[in-house]
């Protein structure tokens, strides 16, 4: 069971590389780029925080992934792709701002998406429930604010990623914040 979890965390982990580089270096994700310009967000907290973009397509992902050598069921296992009724895989997400949710250990876990055209829905799109992913028990951010909510004996828990990664840039590193679920007891342990 480890190595099967240490083979999806080394999925996500690449994925994380894979979403960057399109955000930072391809000209589909300049739409995401300017985003996070106009938010304020720097290239060092991009890169420090794991910021992406999926881009607009259907099966570049998963047909990247299974070219570096990781099977369909591995993907759909990381929450990368999701299956279609009639058989088949496709990339569960197109086109967003990609945040790379880590557990408090720093380790992989999943991803949430944000759209950037204003007619796509959800607004917010998380990785599904997987053996790595339970929103219900991950804080967004904890890994970056684990020590200062020690040393500070203070957490701030607020909405969103954003509203995490902007103060995070700001020095105030005790910042946490549910994804898109109510607070729950798991988070507050």
């Known amino acids: 069971k480890d190595e099967q979890y240490d083979r999806l965390r080394q999925l996500l982990d690449e994925a994380v590389t894979f979403y960057r580089h399109h955000l930072l270096q391809t000209s589909e994700g300049e739409h995401a780029l300017n985003y996070l ?75 949430g998406a944000r759209v950037l055209d204003p007619d796509d829905v959800p607004k917010y799109l998380n990785s599904p429930q997987t053996a790595l992913f339970d929103k219900s028990r991950l804080l967004y951010g904890l890994n970056l604010a684990r020590k200062a909510i020690r040393s500070e004996d203070q957490v701030v828990i607020v909405e969103g990623y954003m509203d995490v990664i902007v103060p995070y840039q700001a020095g105030f590193v005790n910042t946490v914040s549910p994804m898109g679920t109510a607070l729950t007891e798991d988070h507050l342990r």
């Open 37 to 111: 310009t106009r938010r304020g967000v720097i290239r060092e907290t991009i890169e420090s925080v794991g910021l992406g973009y999926s881009p607009a397509s259907w099966d570049v992902t998963h047909q990247y992934f299974l070219g570096k050598g990781f099977s369909p069921q591995e993907l759909i296992d990381s929450g990368l792709v999701s299956q279609r009724d009639g058989g088949g895989i496709y990339d569960r997400f197109r086109n967003r701002l990609m945040f790379a949710i880590r557990d408090s250990s720093g380790r992989m876990s999943g991803f």
